[in-house]
């Protein structure tokens, strides 16, 4: 008896998708409830904590009610970097109406390198190490408990952020993002949930798209129609 072959018109679409749905099933992507994307078997990022993050969250957490903030040094990306960052600054993001009274907090620690909420050309003009520059938070950011960057944030930062990218000019930006995907488990729903909320989630796909290898292109196919 002849074997019946059945002919498909598979498109790319479809073929697309069959290819997610097999690394899905291979464990190559976990799907883990609605929406929510990830490599699994990865370590998450946790950043060296610096002294100076130390008393940063310090004077953040003695307030009578303590916002919600994050800190982030520009040397946590030495780990994916190949010009390293000898002498830091930092960039802390807090709960809005926090600003002027958390910076001024620090200021009793750092009268000279205490700046609020910076434009970039006053950052570029008056940049020395140990500067600390302190901004409103985006409302619903993914930033952890204790005040720590997340890889969500800061993948979307390093490509929308100029308050970020200011610290690394001539600075190869791409390999930072590539190591901080493929190395660190990230949550892509998270990621593109923060992104929409800063209305850019269509130039972060754009960034990544040509950034990031499979299986995570077939991530960024799963998400692309929720953009």
């Known amino acids: 008896m002849d074997s019946i072959i059945v002919h498909r018109n598979v498109t790319k679409e479809y073929a ?48 009578a009610f303590p916002p919600k903030f994050v800190v982030f040094s520009t040397a946590s990306l030495n780990i994916v970097i190949n010009q390293l960052i000898a002498y830091p600054s930092y960039v802390v993001e807090v709960e809005k109406g926090y600003e002027t009274a958390l910076a001024d907090e620090l200021r009793k620690i750092w009268p000279k390198k205490v700046f609020l909420n910076p434009t970039e050309s006053e950052l570029k003009k008056n940049w020395d190490h140990g500067m600390v520059c302190v901004y409103p938070l985006l409302s619903k950011a993914p930033v952890s408990e204790d005040g720590s960057y997340r890889v969500e944030k ?13 610290f690394y000019s001539g600075i190869d930006i791409d390999q930072a993002l590539y190591f901080l995907t ?15 909320r800063k209305g850019k989630a269509k130039e972060v796909y754009r960034v990544l798209q040509e950034v990031l290898k499979e299986p995570y292109q077939e991530v960024l196919h799963a998400i692309k129609e929720k953009l």
């Open 16 to 63: 697309e998708f069959n290819a997610f749905e097999r690394a899905v099933l291979s464990r190559k992507i976990s799907s883990l409830g609605y929406g929510f994307l990830a490599i699994p078997a990865l370590p998450r990022l946790k950043l060296e904590e610096e002294e100076a993050i130390t008393q940063i969250k310090a004077v953040a957490n003695a307030f």
């Open 182 to 196: 493929h190395d660190y488990e990230v949550n892509f729903h998270t990621l593109f949930a923060y992104a929409k």
């Open 154 to 166: 800061l993948i979307v930062d390093l490509i929308l952020s100029w308050r970020i990218q200011v």
